[in-house]
Each structure stands twice: as C-alpha cells, then as structure tokens.
C-alpha cells in the first residue's frame, strides 16, 4: 500500500482561514469584529495575569505556514476566568481555536475570545511523527469539558504542518520560557510626567500640545500638567508669544506682550516634553493623532536630548518584541462614565484646574500691566460700538480682500509649483513606485483544478507616480461635507450617515437638547494620471480617480484647522486653496472657466498648447473606471465608502458617480493642467453597495462588492 507523500501541501481543513487571509479581511469585518477559525503554532505566550476587573488576561502569538516570511504572528487575548484559561507547555504547541473575533486594535490585527470561543492545544511533544488512521491525538480542550476535540482531518494537518515548523520563525524553549518569565513580572511603567528620571522607559499620558514633523521623525509635544525642572520653561507672552521665561516661574508668565501665530498654545512653564517618534509609530502618528487629543505612549524612552541638559522622550520602533505593533493609544470616551481611564480623567481635571488658574492669573497680570488705563478703556469701548452686523461685514470684507490678492499671485506661482523640492512627501520610501495599470489589475482567486477569477477587490497599499488632472466635486467650497455628532464617533473607521443623522437627530431633539451638532469632514476625489517611467508614451496614460477621506485629507493638507464649512469660512477655503495648489498647478483656474463657458452654453476654446501627456477618451467627471476592464471608457464605476448602502446619482448604466458631480461633463477630461508629477500612497478596499442583479450580488442577498481606490499617507509640505 502506497503511503502519502509528506512533502506535499496539505490543504487547509475546511472552516479554517489562514492568518494572512484574516489580516486582509476588509475594514468592514474587522469593524464588525466578525468570527473566524484559526490553528497555528505558538511562538509566544504570555501566562495569565489579573486584569482589575474579575477576570484574567493571557495571549497567545500564532504563526503558520502564510506567513512564514514574516517574524511576527497574530496575537489573541483571552478574558476569561483563570481555571478556564489554556495550558501552554512550550513553543510549537498546536493550537485550533473556533469563533474568535477578528479586530483593529493599536494599528495591527488581533483576535479577541468571547464566551462561545473553543480552544483546543495539542503539545509539541504529543503531535505524532505520521498521520493518524484513527482520531487519538492527546488534545486538550478549554475550557475543559465543553467541547469536542478537533477532527481527524484537523489533526492530520497539524501533523503535517509540525514536519514543515522549521520553516516558520518559532524561538527555542530557553528563549520562549524567558519571555514567558518576563512577562509573569508584573511591571506598571506608568508615570507622571513630573516623575521621570533619564536613561528610563515608562508608559506616559497626556494631551498633545503641538506637532512638528520632518522626513525621518515625527515630534510631539506632550503634557500631563504636571511640572518638571528638566523641560523647556515654554513662557506667556501675552499675546501667546513663546520666549524663555525666569526660572521658578512655573507658569511662565512674563510681560513681553509681541505676537506670534505660531506661538505656544500652552500649558506654559515647564509642563511639556518633546517627545520623537519613528518606524511604524511615526506613521500612525501623522494619519490619525491630532493637536488636542489625549493619547497613552507605550515603552518611551526618556533620556537628555540635544538641547542643553534638557529631556526629550524616544519611541522607535523595536524589531524584537513590538514588529508591527503601534505603541500609541488614542484616547476615547467610555458610553458608561466608570469606564473611563482613572488616570486620564485625573489628567483632564489637572488639566481643568490649570486653565482656571491660568485665567485668573493672565488678568491679574494685565491689570498689573495695563493698569485699566482710560486709554484702553476707550479702545473697549469704540469697539463695543460696532455690532454684529457690522463685525461680520469687516470680517468678510478681511477675507474677501485676502482670496483677491491670493487668485492675483496664482499666475506668478505657476513656475514655482516644483514638487521636486520636497513640496510633498509619500510614506513607505523603501516601497517601489508601481504603474496605475499594475495597481488597476483586479487579483486572481485560485479554485480547485487549476482555474481562477478576478477578486472584487484586495486590501492593498500602493506607490505610485502621478499627477492630478481633475477633481471632484466641481467646486473648491464642496470639499467638505456635514454630518450629525453620534454616540458612535469613538469607532475609527465611522463616518456618519442619512439614516444615523435623523437618528441622533431624533435622539438628541427628544431629549430636550435640540438638534445634533454637525460635525464637518473633509471628502473630496482626485483624479490621477499615471506618471511613471515605463507607460508606453504613445499609448493613452491610465488614469484612477482616488477618494480622499476626512483622515486622508487631514495629513494630505497639513491645515492647522478642521474641516469646516467653507462657504461660510472664506479665509480657509484660502488656506485650501493654497495647498491645494502645490498639488495641482493651475488645474483649478482652466476647470472654473471651463465651468463658466460651459454655464454660458459658449464653445470650449481650443486646448493648451502646453501638453503635458497624452489625451485619455472623454468620460464622464468624478467616475472610476471599472479597475476590471481593458478599456477605462467602459464600465465606468465610483462608489465611497461612506455611501455604502445610500441611493447614489447613476451614469445610466447603473454604476455609481462621487457625490456631488453631474453626469454630463465628459468633456472636462480634456484638461491639461500646468502641473508635476508626485509620488503618492494609494490604497484599495471593497465597500459593500445595493446590487439588483442576482448573479453579481457577491457580497450578501442584494448586496455587492465594489472596489475603491483612495489616497492616504502623502503630505503636503
């Protein structure tokens, strides 16, 4: 009798999915934190310790033969009580866990246990050498007498997978045991900014102050409103000038009384650490933390920095024990109040006390300064004279005056809009640039038999090289759009709705506090031109319109304010106007006079004799081409993710536009915008959409996946 080949892949049991494939699960089931099952090998463990609620906290890391490239795993935590919790012998223990969730947690995907979840553990030293004819396999169930082993197919994968281990990155018992006794030590490297000694690491809390980011480090300065000697002494100004104040003046208060826009917001005194970030944490930093928000830093490193004995923090990226893992937490509110951090509810209401202080000690000061003189008095009151009414006319008028000069010095920019000098950066420099066409691809999905199909879609990221040749929506002003304040704004990936507005509007309105606020976010697309070395120069250049969303949009502008409504902010519709043109040349001014004749029903003139590239077909404006075809002038689709599930303006072929954009403006892919290629990060996703077709309902009964291509992670300087 013939024995089986044991070099040969075994398949993976059905009901499995490999570790590679969960880490690519789409943004949408890790938000929904949907059910998987997984068996790996254990590279690492962290034995049960005391969480301060009534149950025990372990974690596993799993790696298997997916990823066995890579040096870390995936981790799973478990909370359960303690006599439930696995037993681990060593490293390579098998272990087959059922209906664990799939999560985002800290920037890396994990998986959590809940009640339901089975784990079984088969020790390295029990796996047997061959396959089994019978199922006899000393597995062991948690928790304990609930559920049945795994089957025979399951072991004998687990066999087979334990003949390949010493392909996969699993440390040697003495290396794992260490760990594992480490990790036993309870360690709280918690601290107060006050507290922190050089040359030691600790887990620190505060509130962002300012941010400051160059190509290779990304600077945050962090307070928790305690005092240290050994920082900056960042002094009042009056006006908010920073300048170096006296020493044991904690406050910082002096009396220079200049003005700076870009001064120190406070607190003042020597109540703030810089603290720099690199690697992966860098990288988190610039797409998702903002000035004001209140973050927990993991494992700083505090020691002397440049600046004349005076203490910087350090987090870098360690390649040892936190490979891929983010060690920057935002903070975020708890629906039930006990549930809030203790020591940043501490930290807010030091925060709280401090301004108040402030306050009353900033007027002390100015009536120490100013003495209430008559003629200050007079100022105060000349001003009071003007009402509302004609403050805002000045205010526009201001505003009005600033957008003129602005419009009258885009002509003589045009030869300054050099991208070649580091106007813009891209994150991931190792990563090498691909085509739009290379990235447009759909992927193959291989079936039994040798045959395969087009994916419809794949969680990707990008480089690529291109240049803008439209945008959408048609004007500047419509680059941000409102949506109702929800209890649901602390989930990340969470952008609000039709159907959540009149909720929270229904919500908010019956329980006596009016309607709910709006909130404004930043959502516009941008239609890219493919700009790299090896398209054919002949042939037309790909093209892919990119969604920028609220996040993207944030680290891409690099304003100081948020998203607003800009109808009604002239003068940061400037500021957005300004950025927006290092970016794309004079794109803006040819599409608003293309707009205008086309309003007045006035022939187009003939083109530039400027040409940058070669024409792509018309199509119409704001529509993704169907990634899937060879030709982008068929099947054109467009679809965001924030629309999922919305009634959406159709081309007449049943594919969605951008919102916003009008079915009949074919004739603005004509423009030949006076601008430079940039490099860019490009993601792709799927985006579930309302599907009438049975046959392409591929995602769900009516429902149908829709791939999406968006910016991220590209910085205007």
């Excluded at 054109?636 to 959406?648: A, F, I, N, Y």
Aim: hydrophobic share 35%.
């Amino acid at each position: 009798m013939s024995t089986k080949d044991s070099s040969a892949a075994e398949p993976l049991p059905s009901g499995l999915t490999t570790i590679a494939d969960i880490r690519n699960l789409p943004n949408e089931q890790l938000m929904a934190m949907v059910a998987v099952n997984i068996v790996g090998f254990v590279k690492d463990f962290m034995p049960p310790t005391k969480t301060r609620g009534t149950s025990f906290k372990c974690t596993i890391e799993l790696v298997d033969h997916s990823i066995q490239n890579e040096s870390y795993g995936i981790q799973i935590s478990f909370f359960w009580p303690e006599e439930m919790m696995p037993i681990i012998s060593g490293p390579a223990d098998v272990v087959l866990l059922r209906n664990v969730k799939a999560q985002m947690y800290k920037g890396a995907v994990s998986l959590l246990t809940q009640w339901t979840t089975e784990c079984h553990v088969l020790a390295a030293a029990k796996i047997p050498s061959k396959p089994l004819k019978y199922p006899t396999a000393q597995w062991q169930s948690f928790p304990p007498g609930k559920f049945r082993p795994p089957s025979l197919v399951e072991t004998n994968y687990a066999i087979w997978a334990k003949s390949r281990a010493n392909e996969l990155d699993i440390p040697s018992d003495h290396e794992f045991r260490e760990k594992s006794m480490q990790a036993m030590k309870v360690n709280d490297k918690f601290s107060l900014l006050k507290d922190v000694k050089p040359e030691h690491f600790y887990d620190i809390l505060g509130q962002v102050i300012k941010m400051h980011d160059t190509i290779n480090v990304m600077s945050i300065y962090l307070s928790d409103y305690t005092p240290h000697t050994s920082f900056y002494n960042n002094a009042w100004g009056g006006e908010g000038t920073s300048s170096e104040a006296k020493d044991g003046d904690e406050y910082g208060y002096t009396k220079s009384r200049g003005k700076d826009p870009k001064a120190w917001p406070g607190p003042f005194g020597k109540m703030s650490i810089q603290l720099n970030l690199y690697d992966e944490h860098a990288t988190y930093v610039r797409e998702y933390v903002k000035v004001k928000q209140w973050v927990l830093l993991s494992n700083v490193q505090i020691k002397y920095g440049k600046m004349g004995g005076l203490l910087e923090g350090y987090l870098r990226g360690d390649r040892q024990r936190f490979d891929g893992k983010i060690q920057v937490q935002i903070m975020e509110k708890s629906e039930d109040p006990e549930g809030n951090n203790i020591r940043w509810k501490e930290a807010v209401k030091r925060s709280l006390e401090y301004w108040k202080k402030h306050e009353e000690q900033k007027k002390a000061i100015l009536r120490e300064d100013d003495g209430l003189g008559n003629k200050r008095k007079a100022e105060d009151d000349e001003a009071t004279k003007l009402n509302s009414k004609q403050r805002r006319k000045e205010k526009r008028a201001a505003a009005e005056k600033k957008a003129a000069a602005f419009e009258a010095g885009l002509a003589e920019k045009l030869d300054l809009n050099n991208n070649g000098k580091a106007l813009l950066r891209c994150s991931f420099p190792d990563k090498s640039p691909q085509s739009l066409k290379e990235i447009a691809e759909p992927e193959k999905i291989a079936q039994p038999g040798g045959s395969s199909y087009p994916s419809p879609f794949t969680v990707r990221k990008y480089r690529a090289n291109v240049r803008i040749v439209d945008y959408a929506p048609e004007r500047i002003e419509d680059f941000s759009v409102w949506r109702r304040e929800s209890v649901y704004d602390m989930l990340s990936d969470y952008s609000g709705g039709e159907d959540t507005d009149v909720e929270e509007d229904m919500q908010s309105f019956t329980s006596g506090k009016g309607f709910a606020k709006k909130i404004w976010e930043w959502r516009f697309w941008l239609q890219v031109e493919d700009a790299s070395s090896n398209t054919n120069p002949k042939s037309p250049k790909k093209r892919l319109w990119l969604l920028v969303d609220n996040s993207a949009a944030q680290g891409l502008l690099g304003l100081d304010d948020d998203a607003a409504n800009l109808r009604r902010d002239p003068d940061l519709l400037v500021r957005l106007k300004e950025q927006l043109f290092k970016l794309w040349g004079d794109l803006e001014e040819q599409k608003s006079e293309l707009l205008r004749l086309r309003s007045k029903k006035v022939e187009m003139p003939p083109p530039s004799s400027f040409e940058s590239s070669t024409r792509s077909p018309p199509r119409d404006i704001g529509q993704q081409p169907d990634a899937d075809s060879d030709s982008e002038s068929e099947m054109l689709v467009s679809k965001s993710s924030r629309d999922k599930g919305k009634k959406c303006v159709a081309n007449g072929t049943g594919h969605a536009l951008p919102p916003g954009v009008s079915p009949n403006d074919g004739e603005l892919s004509n423009l030949v915008p006076r601008n430079k290629a940039f490099t860019c990060c490009i993601q792709q996703y799927g985006v579930k959409t309302n599907e009438e077709d049975p046959a392409k309902a591929n995602a769900g009964e009516g429902r149908g996946w829709q791939r999406v291509f968006a910016l991220f992670g590209t910085n205007i300087l």
